[in-house]
């Protein structure tokens, strides 16, 4: 009698570990099937980050822009003050308190800011949010960007430059692209700030066919830039912070003279260009770029868009060495923060040397963009040196 008992009890517990068991993964299939799919999303939402983010100043006021995020509900804008060339770093003190303090909260990919000291950089970045079951989930932070406010100028050099450097990386060469269907001027790609969304879609389809295939995509003027294109829209970003006025894309061989009927600089003719300073618009019938600066060696770094995408890329050297000073800056910038681009084409860091002789030059006067980097007085190395410091 005893024995049965213990063995009715040992029973008894076995099928309550049983029992307990079943109704442990009941209840783990019972949460599993509960979660929604607006939960799941929200669940990756933390991981994602805004992407494009521009940051622009012209006419004393800045643009803040950025591409917008899959699941967001708004965005939260942070920014700081600092002296200029203080650049974006740190994020916190040393006490670990952050130096950013939120600016706004918006649900557009856009904000305009006012009423700010001139002579300092400010630097932003921004989080995008999410509301579910009363919780707000806030992504990752965006890239930092900088600009500077002139005391002088519209805008200045430094700022152009770093327009230049927004697209690139994500941007395809497109014949005629940036200008409108009639091929009049520019479309609402170049008459806006910021990049475009479409651009980064469409760089990031393509492998090293585009190559010999980019043809096919003619008359697609909206989802990449030529070279015109390309300068136009650097241009506009300095020069407004709205969107839809008149823009800069012009046929290249006449943007230079346009610009200085504008009153916006000074022209050279091909055959009395003596130097190429950062910021110079350099302009032939067939193609623009825009100049970072010269090396020791002679060679020239320009900032353009070219067969297959927008690039930096170096002259040969005065002796003519083709693995100059600023085709070796290229490759190094171009293999670190832009390496699909690099890979899709190599060959991109080289352009000949008529980028030497064959250009007249459009030089910025100091109403329209000023210098307090002192940009034109430094190497392309100091340059971009400089520039990358930021990113």
């Not at 783990?28 to 990756?44: D, I, K």
């Not at 994020?91 to 300092?120: F, P």
């Not at 022209?267 to 300073?277: E, G, I, L, M, Q």
């Not at 060959?347 to 109403?367: E, L, P």
Request: charged share 30%.
């Amino acid at each position: 009698m005893k024995t049965h008992t213990i063995r009715q009890i040992k029973e008894n517990m076995n099928a309550g570990k049983k029992t307990a068991l079943f109704v442990f993964f009941i209840c783990v299939f019972l949460l599993m099937v509960s979660v929604s799919p607006l939960q799941a999303e929200a669940s990756s939402f933390s991981d994602r980050k805004p992407k494009g983010l521009v940051v622009t100043a012209a006419r004393g006021r800045i643009a803040i822009t950025w591409e917008k995020v899959k699941g967001a509900d708004y965005y939260i804008v942070y920014g700081k003050r600092v002296r200029t060339g203080a650049g974006p770093r740190p994020l916190k003190d040393k006490n670990g308190k952050s130096l950013y303090k939120k600016i706004t909260s918006t649900k557009k990919c856009k904000t305009v800011r006012r009423g700010l000291k001139k002579g300092r950089d400010f630097c932003y970045y921004v989080v995008a949010c999410r509301k579910v079951n009363g919780k707000t989930i806030k992504s990752r932070r965006s890239y930092i960007r900088v600009t500077t406010l002139p005391k002088k100028g519209r805008s200045t050099i430094k700022n152009l430059l770093r327009t230049g450097l927004a697209p690139m990386g994500s941007t395809m060469y497109i014949m005629r692209g940036g200008w409108n269907k009639a091929y009049t001027g520019a479309c609402e790609t170049t008459r806006r700030t910021g990049v475009y969304r479409q651009w980064r879609i469409f760089a990031g389809k393509q492998t090293k066919r585009y190559n010999n295939h980019y043809k096919e995509y003619k008359y697609e003027y909206k989802k990449g830039l030529n070279c015109t294109g390309y300068t136009g829209y650097c241009i506009y970003n300095v020069m407004h912070t709205g969107d839809g006025y008149s823009g800069f894309v012009k046929k290249s061989g006449k943007l230079g003279k346009w610009l200085r009927k504008k009153g916006y600089g000074t022209y050279t003719r091909a055959s009395k260009v003596k130097n190429r300073r950062a910021g110079d618009i350099m302009t032939r019938d067939g193609h623009v770029w825009i100049a970072v600066g010269e090396c020791d060696d002679g060679s020239i770094l320009a900032m353009h868009s070219f067969v297959p995408t927008l690039s930096l890329s170096g002259t040969p050297s005065k002796a003519g060495k083709r693995e100059s000073q600023a085709v070796k800056l290229a490759r190094k910038y171009m293999k670190k923060y832009y390496g699909k681009a690099y890979k899709i084409c190599p060959n991109i860091v080289h352009i000949d040397k008529t980028y030497r002789t064959k250009y007249a030059r459009m030089r910025w006067n100091s109403r329209t963009l000023s210098d307090p980097d002192g940009y034109r007085n430094m190497s392309a190395e100091e340059v971009l040196a400089d520039l990358f410091s930021e990113r």
